[in-house]
Nanobody, 123 residues
Framework: QVRMVESGGGLVQAGGSLRLSCAAS????????MGWFRQAPGKEREFVAA????????YYADSAKGRFTISRDNAKNTLYLQMNSLKPEDTAVYYC????????????????WGQGTQVTVSS
């Protein structure tokens, strides 16, 4: 199983940018598709973006398309999420996890989660 530690969140004004990082431990990072999820207060956790094992394919939720970019560095066991043009509705705790595709959806592969990183976008 891959253990994840997310970082890079913070408070930013609308229109600003943040870069999130997810440092993964364990020997299976490079063998897993990886993704980002987020959970806003009072809402269920939702998929944001995913990338396949070798970084050749990416997938985004409609809310992230054109503004967020997912990337990975398998040599460093690290996943990234560059977030631009942030909106107040992007406010949430962001988590990473291995992902698998179920139909047209991407779901987390592991039941355990890291602590997440808080992103707060002010209007």
């Amino acid at each position: 199983q891959v253990r994840m530690v997310e970082s890079g969140g913070g408070l930013v004004q609308a229109g600003g940018s943040l870069r999130l990082s997810c440092a993964a431990s364990g020997r299976t990072f490079s063998s897993n598709s990886m993704g980002w999820f987020r959970q806003a207060p009072g809402k269920e956790r939702e998929f944001v973006a995913a990338m396949n094992r070798i970084g050749s394919s990416t997938y985004y939720a409609d809310s992230a398309k054109g503004r967020f970019t997912i990337s990975r560095d398998n040599a460093k066991n690290t996943l990234y999420l560059q977030m631009n043009s942030l909106k107040p509705e992007d406010t949430a705790v962001y988590y990473c996890n291995a992902v698998r595709q179920v139909g047209t959806n991407y779901v987390p592969s592991f039941s355990s989660w890291g602590q997440g990183t808080q992103v707060t976008v002010s209007s």
